[in-house]
């Protein structure tokens, strides 16, 4: 079973065109509406789409939550305190952020790290926003002169813990999951066998020990969502996941730029407007 949760902020459509596409693929048990409690024209707003949204899906009784979106402290407690109960009752969540600020997407996006079998999702939309003028016209520089009049007020801070994800160990096996995961991207992303893997890697495939620290290697990747591994027989097949692509190619751009600021070096009196901005 499904626990579904949303923040109601300006597009209760774009949430229930969401909401029915998971509806068709999961049994849902249980629906939270986040809203913006706070006493201003954003909240009214707010609350006004989420009683909305609530009468619309009235059959899954969904459960209206108030919250501060622009608190992450405010928005981590009480989506933290839910979401725990859901999952230590063996529930699977998933998390529309579509509607939300960008410092809730920061506490929503610590919770689901902190919380195993949390999803979170966002819902695309045919056309973006706003309606911008062709570029070069006097429309044009006046519409973004417009959009560019707000005035900060102060800067909001994600409190993180300080003990982040490790997706890979720096020690150890790291080093190998790693040149692992960049062998799969150079060979577009898929091995036929743990065994064809061996010999990317340039080991021994015959070798029982070697097999047994490789089916370890991939079983770990698998664990952490790097690669999928279908099985058919005796021989499993190895994927990138979409994840593990995404990780392997940040990898590979990450290797590059190291390499080029090494080979680059600028000398230590050259004065920081005459660095050209790095291209990854």
């Known amino acids: 079973m499904v626990v579904t949760v949303h923040y109601m902020g300006f597009h209760p459509s774009l949430t229930l065109q969401g909401f029915e596409k998971i509806r068709i693929a999961y049994p849902i048990e ?8 706070k006493q201003d024209k954003y909240g009214v707003v707010s609350r006004y789409n989420a009683k909305k949204l609530e009468k619309t899906l009235s059959f899954f009784k969904p459960q209206l939550v108030g919250c501060n979106p622009l608190s992450f ?35 929503a996006t610590t919770v689901a790290m902190s919380l195993p079998n949390v999803h979170i999702y966002t819902v695309h939309t045919d056309r973006r926003g706003d309606f911008i003028p ?11 002169e417009r959009k560019d009049s707000l005035s900060a007020v ?33 060979m577009r992303g898929r091995a036929e066998s743990i065994t064809q893997l061996i010999e990317w890697m340039g080991e021994n ?57 090494r080979e680059e070096a600028p000398p230590l009196n050259l004065q920081p407007e005459a660095i050209e901005t790095l291209s990854i």
């Open 205 to 261: 495939s015959d070798s029982v020990t070697v097999k047994a620290r490789y089916s370890r290697l991939v079983k770990e990747l698998e664990r952490k969502g790097f690669v999928v591994v279908s099985r058919g027989g005796k021989r499993r097949e190895v994927k990138l996941s979409e994840f593990g692509l995404a990780y392997a190619e940040a990898l590979k751009k990450a290797r590059n730029l190291e390499n080029r600021l």
């Open 134 to 144: 062709d570029p070069g016209t006097p429309d044009f520089e006046d519409w973004v």
């Open 73 to 107: 402290t405010n928005v981590f407690t009480k989506m933290y305190a839910l979401l725990k109960v859901e999952v230590d009752r063996g529930k699977k969540v998933l998390l529309d952020i579509t509607d939300m600020p960008p410092i809730a997407v920061a506490a």
């Open 30 to 37: 249980k629906v939270y509406i986040f809203f913006d409690s």
């Open 154 to 186: 102060n800067l909001a801070l994600a409190p993180l813990p300080k003990e982040r994800l490790t997706l890979i160990e720096d020690e150890g096996r790291g080093g190998l999951e790693e040149e692992v995961l960049l062998k799969m991207l150079e």
